[in-house]
């Protein structure tokens, strides 16, 4: 789904590579680290803003 009136442009030419620290305070085992879905939200956004996602790494 496209996002009207992006705040932030992504260039949809360029390569992305992204890092997330993942190493978090989370000690219980079922629980999702909630890092998860920053990475998720930032794919997610990025993705409705035009970039393939093909174009991450």
Known sequence: MP????VITYDSTLNYKIVFDLNGKVKDSTVANPIL????RTYNLTVANGVPAEKFK
């Open 37 to 40: 879905l920053e990475v998720a």
């Open 3 to 6: 996002v009207a009136n992006p």
